[in-house]
């Protein structure tokens, strides 16, 4: 009988993050075929994207709410 092993959540840098996120919004590129080259599930990759969007949209709002 086999033991049941513990998943371990992977951790991945803000960094490589930033760089695939960039490398998939390169014109003519795909985010699966980003993933893929980096051994990551496209689906992380655009979670990825829309938080990076997310975190666009909230820094522009601070920036406005500081100029009152």
């Not at 998943?7 to 993050?17: A, G, I, N, V």
């Not at 969007?53 to 820094?59: A, G, H, I, L, M």
Request: positive net charge; proline residues 6%; charged residues 25%.
């Amino acid at each position: 009988q086999s033991t049941p092993t513990k998943r371990t959540r992977r951790y991945h840098p803000p960094d490589l993050k930033r760089q695939v996120v960039a490398a998939s919004q390169q014109p003519g590129a795909s985010v699966a075929g980003v993933a893929l080259a980096h051994g990551l599930n496209a689906n992380l990759v655009r979670r990825w994207m829309r938080e990076a969007t997310q975190e666009v949209v909230r820094v522009g709002a601070d920036r406005k709410l500081s100029h009152l």
